[in-house]
């Protein structure tokens, strides 16, 4: 079992686990809630992503998806997975959240190996419910041709988005899992691409079921997606194929792992009333799906809720559900 507090313990690991108790001391709400016009069913709060990233329009979709059916949908942009668990557990206007299955996984794994820090906020973790499970999302690695595996990236430096994102502590939890150290560097986007393009990073990570858009480019032909594959089988890292042609210039499919992508919310079983909106969004929801594949991004085409009980049995059920 490893000790993710002993002195000895490898570099990455301590920053990782230094990054999540930051992140859970409750800190003054980094935005003012918009005034807005009150509809019949009431206001939902949800952080989603970068403004730029898939994560952001899906929830305007929601947001154009509650205004048919009576609810104000506010949508906050987020640093990525990571920032989103936290602030649901610190600030009690977050009523939903995009999450990666692997967050609240990896969070729980850790503090059940320890009573050490952490021990305090395991009473805040533990009230972190799942709305709804939605889709999966790949865990992609751009990297030049001749690193063919995670073991050929040991010690190296990959650039994962923001320390508060899902890629990063996906990454981090891949290295502990694997016994495969990492240097995780914060970059994203065309500052990725160019220190890729430099040598300033080995690769470039993210967890997403879209392609790198920076990494698209024709310059990027010189590099390639690194397969992944798990020695030790985990269930929240499901066996996958990226398909080919996801890149302009990816040949042929690529082994990797999947991770699902929640809908998670905090346990609000003693607080009737915002139990009650979220229970009528959810019915709302789950009777009107098709609006949201027929009008909103292709991933909610893969949104069961048909199958969607028996997959939320996988995870801690939110109470303020009707199925």
């Avoid at 079992?1 to 108790?21: E, G, T």
């Avoid at 997975?81 to 939903?96: G, H, Q």
Wanted: aromatic share 8%; hydrophobic share 40%.
């Amino acid at each position: 079992m490893v000790n993710l507090f002993a002195v000895n313990s490898h570099p990455a690991i301590r920053f990782l686990w230094l990054w999540v108790l930051l992140l859970v001391v409750p800190t003054p709400p980094s935005f003012a809630a918009k005034e807005s016009v009150a509809l019949r069913n009431g206001q939902v709060v949800l952080v989603t992503g970068d403004k730029d990233g898939i994560h952001y329009r899906l929830g305007e979709d929601l947001q154009k998806f509650g205004q048919l059916h009576g609810f104000d949908v506010v949508v906050k942009s987020s640093l990525g997975s990571l920032d989103n668990l936290m602030s649901i557990v610190n600030d009690d206007r977050i009523n939903i959240a995009f999450v990666q299955a692997d967050v609240p996984s990896w969070i729980s794994q850790r503090l059940n190996q320890s009573d050490r820090p952490g021990s305090d906020i395991r009473k805040y973790l533990v009230k972190v419910r799942t709305y709804y499970p939605l889709f999966d999302e790949w865990v992609q690695i751009v990297a030049r041709k001749k690193l063919n595996s995670l073991a050929d990236l040991k010690e190296g430096k990959i650039a994962v988005d923001s320390h508060k994102s899902g890629t990063f502590l996906t990454m981090g939890n891949l290295s502990l899992k694997e016994k495969i150290p990492f240097d995780l560097v914060a970059a994203s986007g065309s500052e990725a691409l160019e220190k890729l393009l430099s040598g300033e990073v080995d690769a470039v990570a993210s967890v997403s079921s879209d392609p790198i858009v920076t990494l698209n480019a024709p310059q990027s032909a010189d590099f390639h997606l690194v397969p992944i594959i798990l020695t030790q089988a985990d269930p929240v890292y499901v066996p996958t194929e990226i398909p080919v042609g996801t890149y302009a210039w990816q040949k042929e499919p690529v082994k990797t792992v999947s991770v699902k992508i929640l809908l998670a919310s905090y346990d609000y079983s003693q607080d009737m009333d915002i139990c009650q909106r979220l229970t009528r969004f959810s019915d709302v929801l789950r009777k009107n799906v098709n609006w949201l594949r027929t009008h909103g991004q292709r991933q909610w085409k893969q949104v069961d809720f048909d199958a969607v009980e028996a997959e939320g049995k996988k995870f801690l059920r939110s109470h303020c559900l009707s199925y």
